[in-house]
Nanobody, 124 residues
């Protein structure tokens, strides 16, 4: 069992930065691949960035060069550093844990555990 709790969302202006955190609990946390998803109103849940259990990362094309996923295993915490935010980044952001997601990392079906989400709002 893995519990995930996100924080760090908020309201910012276009061009500003935010760092999201996701604290994980559960003794098997480090065996999981971890991904940040986001969901804007009226849209489906979109995979933003993933870090696997070996520390390898993937980022969606829409955020590449602006967002960076990382983790601190000592703190059992996943991060998403978001720079140069734009109104198109406005969404609820979720962290998720799954096993062996591989090339299907952007598919919500691959994930067993989800956090409750943290809202990010970017105004122009």
């Amino acid at each position: 069992q893995v519990q995930l709790v996100e924080s760090g969302g908020g309201s910012v202006q276009s061009g500003e930065s935010l760092r999201l955190s996701c604290v994980a609990s559960g003794h098997t946390y480090r065996r999981y691949d971890m991904t940040w998803f986001r969901q804007a109103p009226g849209k489906g849940r979109e995979g933003v960035a993933m870090i696997d259990n070996l520390g390898r990362t993937k980022h969606a094309t829409a955020v590449k060069g602006r967002f960076t996923i990382s983790q601190d295993n000592e703190k059992n915490t996943l991060y998403l550093q978001m720079n140069s935010l734009s109104p198109e980044d406005t969404a609820m952001y979720y962290c998720a844990a799954g096993r062996d997601v591989r090339a299907w990392w952007q598919s919500t079906d691959q994930y067993t555990y989800w956090g409750q989400g943290t809202q990010v709002t970017v105004s122009s």
